[in-house]
């Protein structure tokens, strides 16, 4: 029975074995930086393809790869049900009691044979118990669900993060981001927009456009205020007045609102947010599988998230470094409907950017699809390697064939094609790689991953995972609501003109408006460094809320971080009411002491804070997040681990190849000798025999010439003996040359297991360095006062 040892190798995917006919011949193994040229899997229920898919994200996550899986119909969450001991109740608890009742068994009974048969089938492909652990130990899973708290929920308030300055630079790009992120919004509300004629996308475009080129994310609620009070006052020529006057806005604004203030809506308004890195790696650097799972959202609700999704992808992508190896997977189980061949959803400008540009940043992007037909060849031309399964009909193959050929430039025998598709049986596949010099036809190995069908949404409850893997902050901050005393509300406070005042409303409806006050200091810290080519500009915003007790400001314990956002006002609500500030605020005509305080804190405590890694002359650059700079040692160290694994390779193969020369030698030898001793015994035979039989048939006493023929035939015999030993040290030397070969094998194994741990990202020592500005490099210090609408307090101060 094949071992691990014949598949387990250093950036090889272990999909199953090649197909010789209808038998197995040998193990697959696809080298995973293939895959930065992309994937596509094509094959009709049935076929094998959810399996092929699974496999896929099986192998990489034992390589350490990284995968973000879009799953609209459920099945890709089968990946967290992996059952390391395969017991049986492990896998009782998602078994279908309907399928046991057809076998008259009992549920337990059926469990035990379930348990049974996925460890007969993972053994049948060489693989045991341990290699199942290791792969949970290496799975870091989580099931996102958007829009649901039945999974993990996706907060994506934050809604459009600006690009950094590659895309804005690259206008095809940028404007590609812009417009699906727009006609994705729109969808939601039902307004199916197009680009060039529809008001309210140009609008909404515009709006994006502004803010992203001044360095500004936009969220929901900053572009639903900024739809009202537009931050330019035309369009083209034409003035806002007339291109789109504030009642219609103001009407396009609701109906954004109602979506958002909508209770069904509250889900897509909490959990972690959309951040890339962290859904790639864990806050240790640890590889991730981040699911999302969909199959719960309405049409125009997918369309929304997958467009967000992309695009954030897109972004993230850009401030990557260019690399060969695969860095990162992006996997989609159904691309129906996503990327059609005749018209244009939002989402597949961005698939389009991936599939063009994701190659030099080590990012692989595999689509899935059952339905074929529905599919744009012509932007699948840059895929380098097709699993093409079983197909349906002729019309399917068809398709897939003018597609293969496209992709192929004509470089392929559709005839010998058609054929190998027309004959293929469950989780069988074929295999057109722009990395292969031919097809390959194999069967798909067992899964790890118990495959139960598609995991409905209430199921995912029983395997949430975790959410904090992502390092975000589960507390929440103090209230400042908490920290007021007794007290109710009342009239605004009047104060000097010469203080500056802002109001933060939330659009959601209250019985009255009550704010809280909060002293809202920002500044520009520059860090600068020669050495390292550092000259960064960071702007620096806190709070501070403003306690009624409290005489003065402990800056150290109290202050908040902060950013100004863009939905401030700069005029009170009528009708509304206002906790007390300090009693000294009455006297002041400006902040400048809290500035001069505020700029003091900085320079005491602000410090760039950067990464190194001795070993690898690697140090962070400055908004480079802990877990991006632990992606880069990983990327920098599969490199060099892949380059010494090719030099090892070639080392071993050079001795495998000399070995290997030296046993056919050997062999040949045997056969030889072998033939040899058969002509010798023969002969001996022959001259003995014929000897005494002329003796004795001629009944003549010996003559000289009987006893020479007998001589003759005795010394063949000592002959015949010698070549009988040199066939046993023929066949000695065979199964030493046998031997070497096996420990040639063990040899390279234990090197290979020694590079892994070489070269284990893990094993990297990482440590912290600080810069720190000067006080000069502290400028443009500025404070105002916020006042911020809260819920109105009861009794208790709650």
Known sequence: MMDSTHYEK???????????????????????????????????????????????????????????????????????????????????????????????????????????????????????????QQLQDKAAISIYTPGSDNGIP?????????PDQQILDDLDTLNAMVSASVTGLLSLVGLEADPLTSREHILLSSILLHHWRNGQDVDLETLIGKIVDPPFEKVGVFPMASFFPQSDR????????????????????????????????????KPRTSIFSIAHLSESERMFFVTLLLNRLVGWMRRQQGTSTLRALLYMDEIFGFFPPTSNPPSKEPMMILLKQARAYGLGVVLSTQNPVD??????????????????????????????VGASKGSIDKTAVRNALTNMKSRQFFLKSAHLNEPQMFETRWVMSYLKGPISIHDLEKIKGDAGEMGVS?????????QLEHGGAGDKPILSETLPQKYLTVPVAAPEMIFEPWLVCSAKVRFYNARRNIDQVEEIGSRVYLDNSVGSINWRDDAQAYQLSGALSDSAVPKSRYYPLPGNFSQLKSFKHFEKEYADLLYQEQRLVLLRAPKLKLESRPGELPSEFSARISAVQRERR?????????????????????????????????????????????????AVLGAFLGRKAISSS????????????????????DVRRAEEKIEQLQQEIADLQLEQQEAISELAEQYDPQRVVVEEFTIKPRRSDIYDVNCLLMWEMVPPRLDDGS
């Open 10 to 132: 250093l950036g090889l995917l272990y999909l199953g074995k090649t197909l010789d006919g209808q038998e197995t011949v040998s193990p697959l193994l696809y080298k995973n930086k293939y895959l930065t040229t992309h994937a596509v899997i094509i094959g009709m229920t049935g076929s094998g393809k959810t399996g092929l898919g699974i496999g896929l994200i099986e192998e990489a996550m034992m390589d350490d790869i990284p995968s973000i899986i879009i799953d609209p119909k459920g099945d890709m969450a089968n990946l967290a049900l992996l059952f390391p001991q395969l017991r049986p109740e492990d896998f009782e608890p998602w078994l279908d009691p309907a399928d046991a009742a057809r076998k008259n068994l009992a549920v337990a009974e059926y469990a035990r044979e379930v348990a049974g048969n996925w460890q007969h089938g993972l053994a049948s492909w060489g693989q045991g118990k341990e290699r199942l």
């Open 154 to 162: 996706v907060s994506i308030l934050s809604g459009f993060e600006a």
């Open 250 to 285: 103001m009407k396009l604004a609701m109906m954004l609102n109602n979506v958002l203030a909508s209770p069904s809506f509250e889900s897509w308004l909490s959990g972690p947010p959309l951040d890339i890195q962290a859904l790639l790696y864990g806050n240790d650097g």
């Open 375 to 404: 599919l744009d060849y012509k932007g699948l031309s840059n895929i380098g390697t097709w699993f093409i399964g079983r197909l349906q009909t002729s019309q399917d193959q068809n398709k897939v064939l003018d597609g293969i």
């Open 474 to 482: 589960t507390h929440s901050e103090d209230s400042a609501t908490e």
């Open 642 to 690: 892949e380059a010494a694994a090719e030099k090892l390779m070639e080392k071993f193969q050079i001795k495998h190849e000399r070995l290997e020369s030296k046993l056919q030698t050997a062999l040949h030898r045997v056969e030889k000798e072998k033939s040899d001793v058969s002509a010798k015994k023969a002969d001996t035979l022959l001259a003995i025999g014929s």
């Open 706 to 725: 009987t006893i020479s023929r007998t001589a003759s035939g005795i010394r063949k015999a000592g002959q015949m003996a010698r070549e009988k030993d």
